[in-house]
């Protein structure tokens, strides 16, 4: 069985964000790390591989500072990675042809990915890859395991949890999942130090980058904050309720 | 709820920008050893002692162990996570590859391995520091059958190790002990004797426990030079019959070895670390080293556990330092005195007070200036094993004279900083819900361990100074010597490098009347050592905080290094001017100490 999970390096979750000429400065972010529900995954591909064997190939498609995840990804067990280079790939539908030629390359059949990532949240990476490998995409799964020739993948749905059943080649996007991607051991980080990361390009997955038929048009910031409003004493009371209902819509 | 984060940055910054510590130790066998890797080790050991040892240090002091019919028995969470550090293979870092341990070098597994650990959880880390105490001086001193039965287990953790120096009449005169080891005729031992104050002398985290136990031969002179060192396991192996242990199973005897503990010490703080009276009653042992010849081994051991307890002293006050920090972020009370902050709430953020600022920043600065000194002395004490003497001998030399001044002014600093952190939380800080107060009562320790700080005193000025011939301190001269006089014209260093270098004079001058007065009249000496002891203490972390501005000058407009040379700053002007009244103090002599009539104290 080839597991392939597909992995992004964002700003950490606490790392401090600045924003230069209207963009997230990402020379300032202090720490990167691994996206949260690509940990999830990551986890799941572990567990997988535990149950039922095959190779894991972690795949990510960013700058030169995400063969710090990838090896981060080995110490806990991934056993091939690739770095595609981004070459400033910024659409959402180029970075899906690249990691979809990276997985088809790999030869991999069961492929995991997070949900959405953390730092742009678009949600269209599983999906996307799914369509061009031809593969089934089960979305928003929190557990997976393997049963006779295909999966069962488990998820909440608005009215209790899903059981969902799938043959490969088979497409999985985490929500939370089950288990917390487990911390790597000594012996991890030591045979993850020795581990080769192939750094391929587009030309190496024969996909051609053409122009992008997404621009960004303009961009403007948040509307700044209205100023808090402070009312005191019991009086106040018919006061607050009306805001409450007219202007914040709250009740 | 207590907060901790491991200050990997912190030495981030110290190993690759300060210290160079991968290219210090080019050539000590360590070749595969590179920044990436020791990156990965400090982020994946920081990850551990959070998950795993954090959450059971404040258990531990609140359920602590259980003394019952001569056993120990741990909290089950203790088990559970010293499992973990063997199973994720934690607690092997410092020992070497053919053990099974993973052979890094001192600086991550004796300096960030310690202060990570006794960060998290202070009573969990003695445990295996302890052990790999053992393991080295019997992998170094022991035996082969001994190394090769007792080593693997001992890296791994599944074997447990103490050292059994102390006995009811005899502390620090170690000469006076009365532990008896009469010989068998199969070269193996016959250990009687008690022993008191034994750190994890009894436990049941470990299948078996290994003692190394200092005891008396016949036929040895009187005092500390007939003291022999010897291996006594809790339970002996169960097919060993005579001699030594080559070739035979693991299995144990169920029986003990003679080996029983009569007690468990009621302690201040580290409620989950035992402090045993162990008996040992014709037990079989067997000697590591010379006959006779304990003592210099057993140094070993305890240079080494000098070492680890100085940080421990660091490893509290930082982990104290960061709920410090954080409550007082949360707190607002008072307004600024030059104006109200914060208009829309009730009082500002205690940070607008002066002498909050004054608390946090001692304890800050002095927590970082230690650190960087801790690192540099693990990067000496792997130079120590060069072959190249220009290298080695000024490791050594170094290493012996900064061995009781970590031990003692890291400690000293550790129990001030978190009696700080105390008072920057008022009367939080009282509360144990905050965890400061069990920070304040685990470490008090430190200043006692391994030789009180007055002895750590006395070593360093009657013994380490003097060492052949002053060399020692020659060592430490030459490169400080060096840095001030290649700084003294760069105008920005100015202010770090003059107060270094009036520092290094008055330290020159200062020994050089201890050794004089000290010849004509020993309590000149004795009476001025712990503020010697402090004086240098200060003049070591001047020359650090010296040397990480130097590197912070080069990246000034980045927050990090910008808050790095404030820090420096605040170092040289409200901490530093302590030598001031030290050596005033020193000077002053023994006579307002020893003119005092006894019989009115």
Known sequence: MGIAVLLKQVPDTTAKISVSGDRVDETAVSKWSMSPYDEYALEAALQLKEAGGGDIVAITCGPIRATKMLTDAAAVGVDNLILIQDEGVTDSTHVQSLLAAAVKRSGSDVVLCGKQAADTNGGSTGPGVSHLIGAACVGMISEVYAEGDGFIALRASPTGNERVEVSRPCLFTFDKGATELRRPNVRGIMMAKKKQIETVTSDDLGVAIGTSSVSLQSHSPPPVKPPGQKFEGADSVPVVVAKLRDEANVI | ?601
């Open chain 2, 1 to 601: 709820m207590t907060v901790w984060e491991p200050p990997i940055r912190e030495y981030d910054f110290l190993f690759n920008e300060v210290f160079n510590a991968i290219e210090s130790i080019e050539g000590l066998g360590f070749e595969d050893f590179d920044a990436d890797y020791l990156a990965m080790l400090t982020e994946g050991w920081g990850m551990h002692a959070k998950e795993v040892w954090l959450p059971i240090n404040e258990l531990g002091d609140k359920v602590g162990l259980k003394f019952e019919d001569g056993n120990i028995s741990m909290p089950q969470e203790f088990k559970d996570a010293y499992r973990k550090g063997i199973d994720e293979g934690w607690l092997a870092t410092a020992c070497k590859p053919e053990h099974g341990g993973m052979g890094v070098p001192t600086f991550f597994s004796s300096v960030t391995w310690s202060e990570f650990g006794t960060s998290a959880c202070m009573a969990l880390s003695v445990l295996p520091a302890l052990s790999i105490g053992v393991y080295e001086v019997l992998t170094s001193n022991g035996r082969q059958d001994l190394v090769d039965y007792f080593a693997p287990s001992l890296a791994s953790g599944e074997l447990a190790g103490t050292m059994c120096l102390t006995e009811p009449h005899a502390g620090t005169d170690l000469g006076i002990i009365t532990t008896r080891a009469e010989p068998e005729d199969d070269g193996s031992y016959r250990i009687s004797g008690t022993k008191i104050f034994i750190t994890y002398g009894e436990h049941d985290m470990t299948d078996n426990i290994v003692h190394l136990v200092l005891a008396k031969a016949p036929g040895g002179p009187e005092g500390t030079r007939g003291i022999s060192l010897f291996l006594v396991p809790k339970y002996l192996p169960a097919e060993w019959e005579s001699g030594g242990v080559e070739g035979i199973s693991h299995d144990l005897v169920p029986e003990h070895n003679g080996v029983t503990c009569s007690g468990s010490e009621e302690k201040m703080g580290l409620h989950a670390s035992p402090t045993c009276v162990m008996n040992f009653d014709d037990s079989v042992g067997w000697l590591v080293g010379p006959l006779h010849g304990g003592m210099p081994l057993m140094f070993q051991m305890m240079n080494r556990e000098r070492l680890a307890t100085g940080i421990m002293g660091l490893g509290l006050a930082e982990i104290a330092y960061q709920n410090a920090l954080a409550w007082s972020r949360d707190r607002r009370q008072g307004r600024d005195l030059r104006g109200i902050r914060d208009p829309n709430k009730p009082a500002d953020n205690i940070l607008v007070h002066p002498d909050v600022r004054r608390m946090l920043l001692e304890a800050k600065v002095n927590n970082e200036g230690c650190r960087a000194l801790a690192v540099w002395t693990g990067i000496l004490i792997d130079q120590m094993n060069s072959d190249d003497p220009e290298v080695a001998e000024p490791a050594e030399a170094l290493v012996a004279l900064f061995t009781p001044i970590i031990k003692a002014h890291f400690t000293d600093l550790g129990c001030e900083t978190c009696s700080t952190c105390m008072q920057v939380m008022g009367g939080a800080g009282y509360c144990s819900e905050f965890g400061v107060e069990q920070f304040y009562r685990d470490v008090r320790i430190s200043k006692i361990w391994e030789g009180t700080n007055g002895i750590q005193a006395l070593d360093l000025a009657g013994r380490k100074i003097t060492q052949n011939m002053g060399k020692n301190l020659r060592h430490l001269m030459w490169p400080l010597t060096e840095f001030i006089e290649k700084n003294r014209d760069i105008p920005e260093m100015g202010e770090f490098n003059k107060p270094l270098h009036q520092g290094v004079r008055g330290l020159q001058q200062i020994t050089l009347l201890m050794i004089a007065e000290g010849m004509a009249n020993p309590h000149f000496l004795a009476a001025g050592a712990t503020d010697y002891c402090r004086y240098f203490g200060n003049v070591l972390l001047g020359y650090m905080w010296a040397k990480m501005a130097k590197v912070c000058l080069e990246r000034q407009g980045e927050p990090f290094y910008d808050a790095k040379l404030a820090s420096a700053r605040f170092f040289f002007k409200r901490i530093y001017p302590e030598t001031i009244s030290l050596a005033a103090k020193i000077q002053s002599g023994p006579k307002t100490l020893m003119d005092y009539p006894a019989e009115m104290f």
